[in-house]
């Protein structure tokens, strides 16, 4: 044993290899045999170190065991070995050396080695293999990723992990995806290129530099017409100029204005000149000027269909005349078979004419319906029935019809039904100033049966034969205007008018403006829903696209656009707000009435919400109302809202702020206003016929009202003598002359004519005992509740009170 531990170890042989063939390098002499391969590594990595021997991460330390060689192998080596001299094994290691480098310079430029790497032999048995780094690739070659410190890469081969692989450029152009690798590795430092944003950006960079510095635009002084107030925006819109900037300008001349606030004209003018536009100062009534356009030349004229009002009285056929001509029958969908509100409706006849008919209702409640039935139309047709007579609805249309200076045809109907007489009904009209052709007259007459369709075709003759005479004509070739028959709002189609057509041409599209609302056209439909994208003159149809609901009678002008619109809008919305405002001063009571009423009695007030399914029936049911307050003096019916639709939230709020009730016609209340409704205790009353209405409305009245005091004389007496009863006070000795004297009653004590006192009988006595009434002939003392300066001569009369119900006429 102490010979084998004096025996320095054999000294190993050098091998060396390249390009895929091993290559074997001296351990230092430390490791022996008998040691086991991962001792014998980290002996030979640890002399690698210690000697100076640069481990890159570009060459791969590899310990293998290689098998025993052979007796022939290890001869054949020691042969080879043995051929081979110094001279020449020198040789070999210097290209070796060479290679070596040239490689690891081409793969890695900037970590070239400052020394040489030693070559040391290792065992042959076991020994520490260093495999050459692969050649480098494209990859390789094109990275500029910094190189690894020393200690980086001695502290990996410690670990025994593989060097780290270097991302290509393509790999990280755009910041590309990286392996888990390289993402767990703290010393991994992507090289990043230029997002492809940053290079369109770029691009576009060097585009705009390309074509030079832009020349400023010219700026462009503009004509700016300004009413008496304007909003900031709109100042902005007709300056083409920036709102902020206009905002921005008030705020440097110390106006503090939001974009939507409305300014003074002066106000406006000195933006605009701070801008350098010109002014043009116009009043607000000037935004209506030009409105409707100029007069159509004679030459532009083409015919138009005619427009042909039916009146009358209440139930004699207007609305089943129209059924019979249209072939339809609107007269059972009517509540109670009473026409509510205008129908407009247009029919074609077999010769290709087209008549345009508005069915008006005949109850007097709508007077203003038929008013504007008559100054909407061409030619009125009163129907009369043939077995009634003149009534004054027919006389009220008559009037409108000569106010209107409209042709007026007579159509007698019900000729069928028993007891008709046309020819009364003719000489009747003499009365009233209208002489039919049949009687040496103007008016045209024709007998019809509606319901039997007995002579309709003369009527329609009648109407065409009028038209002509009129020389009916229109311009369809220009902007449009038209009036409305009927506004109303429904549901899912929000606003809605009836709107009869009298020049220009209707489209699908156009901006226009109605009364005090503007809309721009959405849909138009035709008298049977069919939607159509025109409407010609004398056409009517239903608009949709709305902004609010207006009243019936409002005329409807196509504008140019929607800044036009909303300042001619806004116009007449503050006009009729000064308008309401001057008639809540008229009606306002002055100190004196207020005083008389007071001493008289406050009136009765109803408060009333009204909400209908056409503006028309509002001003029907609040017309009537109006009537029937006019009639009483005592009552008044206060509308505290009137809208079209159905009935809200906010009218149960409104009512139950004022103790009052809404009225329904033809509408009914949303499930979340019928349930507010009953938590408020509001009284919701829904109609269809407007006579109800009236008639409900007295009796509510008449049982607010308070009941009628009136007086009942009983008896006079005449003060004989006087007497005085301590603890009672004077004593009238009365002889009763007329009726009788009761206990507890009223007297009034007359001196010379003249009221001194009004009081109640305390006590009233016959002789000594008590009394409760005495009668004419009697004597009887009487004690005034209150009073002791009663004197002979005195006259009382004694009478009673007697409240008595009154109702409303």
Not at 281 to 290: F, N
Not at 793 to 801: A, Q, R, W, Y
């Amino acid at each position: 044993m102490a010979e084998d531990d004096d025996t320095p170890p054999k000294k190993a042989k050098k091998t060396l290899s390249l390009s895929g063939k091993t290559l074997s390098l001296g351990g230092g002499g430390q490791v022996g045999p008998g040691a086991s391969p991962a001792a014998r590594s980290r002996g030979a990595v640890a002399a690698a170190t210690r000697r100076g021997v640069p481990v890159g991460p570009a060459v791969a330390v590899e310990v293998r065991r290689r098998r025993a060689p052979t007796e022939a192998h290890e001869k054949d080596e020691r042969d080879e070995s043995g051929h081979l001299s110094t001279q020449e094994r020198e040789t070999r290691e210097r290209a070796l050396r060479r290679a070596m480098e040239e490689e690891s310079s081409t793969a890695l430029p900037a970590r070239q080695p400052t020394h040489r790497p030693k070559v040391r032999s290792v065992p042959e048995t076991e020994g520490v293999v260093v495999a050459p780094p692969p050649p480098p690739g494209p990859e390789q070659e094109r990275s500029s990723a910094p190189p690894d410190r020393p200690e980086q890469v001695r502290e990996r081969v410690r670990r025994g992990a593989p060097p780290p692989r270097r991302p290509s450029v393509q790999r990280q152009r755009g910041g590309g995806r990286i392996t888990v690798t390289q993402a767990m590795n703290r010393d991994y430092d992507r090289d990043r290129g230029p997002s492809l944003a940053a290079q369109r950006r770029a691009r576009e960079k060097a585009r705009l530099a390309a074509m030079g510095p832009k020349e400023p635009a010219a700026k462009v002084a503009r004509e700016v017409t300004l009413p008496e107030t304007i909003t900031v925006q709109e100042l902005a819109a007709r300056m083409a100029e920036p709102a902020p900037q206009v905002i921005k300008t008030l705020m440097q001349m110390g106006v503090m204005a939001t974009i939507n606030q409305a300014i003074d004209a002066d106000t406006a003018e000195l933006i605009a000149d701070e801008f350098g536009h010109k002014v043009r100062r116009v009043t607000d009534a000037d935004v209506e000027v030009g409105l409707e356009g100029a007069p159509d030349p004679e030459g532009s004229l083409v015919p138009r269909a005619p427009v042909v009002t039916i009146m009358g009285h209440v139930d004699h056929g207007k609305t089943s005349l129209l059924d019979a001509m249209r072939a339809t029958n609107i007269a059972e969908g009517e509540a109670g078979g009473i026409t509510q509100h205008i129908g407009a409706y247009q029919i074609t006849l077999p010769s290709g004419q087209k008549i345009t008919f508005l069915d008006t209702p005949g109850h007097e409640a709508f007077t203003a319906m038929r008013a504007r039935g008559a100054t909407v139309t061409d030619i009125v047709v009163i129907v009369i029935a043939a077995n009634d007579s003149i009534m004054p609805q027919t006389l009220e249309a008559i009037a409108h019809a000569k106010a209107a200076d409209v042709p007026i045809i007579i159509a007698i109907n019900k000729i069928d039904l028993p007891g008709a007489d046309p020819n009364k009904i003719r000489q009747d009209l003499l009365q009233h100033d209208i002489q039919v052709e049949d009687l040496g007259g103007q008016a045209l007459s024709v007998d019809i049966s509606a319901k039997k369709r007995l002579h309709l075709d003369k009527l329609q003759d009648a109407i065409v034969l009028q038209a002509e005479m009129l020389e009916l004509a229109a311009n369809p070739n220009r902007t449009a205007d038209g009036i409305v028959v009927e506004a109303k709002q429904e549901r899912g189609r929000g606003s809605v008018a009836t709107v009869l057509v009298r020049r220009g041409t209707l489209r699908v599209g156009d901006v226009f403006i109605v009364g005090a609302e503007t809309g721009k056209v959405r849909a138009l439909l035709d008298d049977r829903g069919r939607a159509v994208e025109t409407a010609l003159p004398g056409q009517p149809v239903e608009v949709l696209g709305l902004d609010g609901t207006p009243e019936a009678g409002d005329s409807l002008v196509v504008v140019a656009d929607e800044a036009r619109a909303r300042e001619v809008a806004q116009y007449r919305q503050r006009k009729r707000r000064e308008a309401a405002a001057a008639l809540a001063l008229k009606r306002r009571t002055t100190l004196e009435q207020l005083l008389a009423r007071k001493a008289e009695g406050e009136k009765t007030t109803l408060p009333v919400v009204i909400k209908a399914d056409v503006h028309g029936s509002i001003e029907a049911i609040t017309g009537s109302l109006e009537k029937v307050v006019e009639e009483n003096p005592d009552i008044d019916i206060r509308v505290l809202h009137a809208g079209v639709g159905g009935i809200t939230e906010s009218d149960v709020t409104l009512a139950r702020a004022s103790g009052g009730l809404i009225i329904g016609f033809n509408v009914r209340a949303g499930a979340q206003a019928r349930l507010a409704a009953s938590q408020a205790g509001v009284d919701i009353r829904y109609y269809n016929v407007i006579y109800d209405i009236i008639d409900d409305m007295k009796a509510t009245l008449s049982g607010m009202l308070s009941p009628a005091l009136r007086e009942e004389a009983l008896g006079i007496a005449e003060v004989r003598e006087v007497f005085r009863v301590s603890k009672v006070g004077n004593v009238a000795g009365c002889m009763v002359t007329e009726g009788l004297i009761r206990r507890g009653t009223k007297a009034r004590l007359l001196r010379d004519d003249v009221v001194v006192w009004t009081g109640g009988i305390a006590a009233l006595k016959r002789f000594k005992d008590d009394a409760k009434e005495v009668r004419e002939g009697y004597e009887c003392g009487v004690a005034l509740a209150g009073y002791n300066g009663v004197q002979v001569g005195d006259i009382i009369e004694c009478f009673d009170v007697v409240e008595e119900a009154r109702t409303v006429a």
